[in-house]
């Protein structure tokens, strides 16, 4: 799986895995359980990985909803 966003921003990331799912896009949110280890304060960042193959069409969608500054290299 590939990371294309690094975030703390809740309402970001379910914005993109939205947009995955109405794709058919597989992804997946990472970390989130790590909130339980730093006490719920949100400092640890979730990542925001999709499937290998389909990384440069998500992109692309990620991209045209306006989140291309959310993108990672």
């Not at 690094?6 to 995955?20: H, I, K, P, Y």
């Not at 719920?40 to 500054?69: H, M, Q, T």
Request: with cysteine.
């Amino acid at each position: 799986m590939k990371e294309l966003i690094r975030t703390n921003d809740a309402v970001l990331l379910s914005f993109a895995e939205s947009l995955m799912k109405d794709a058919g896009i597989g992804c997946l949110i990472a970390d989130q359980d790590m909130s339980i280890l730093e006490g719920s304060l949100g400092l640890l960042p979730r990542r925001f990985l999709v499937v290998d193959d389909e990384a440069d069409e998500a992109r692309k969608i990620l991209v045209d909803a306006g989140l291309e500054a959310e993108l990672r290299d």
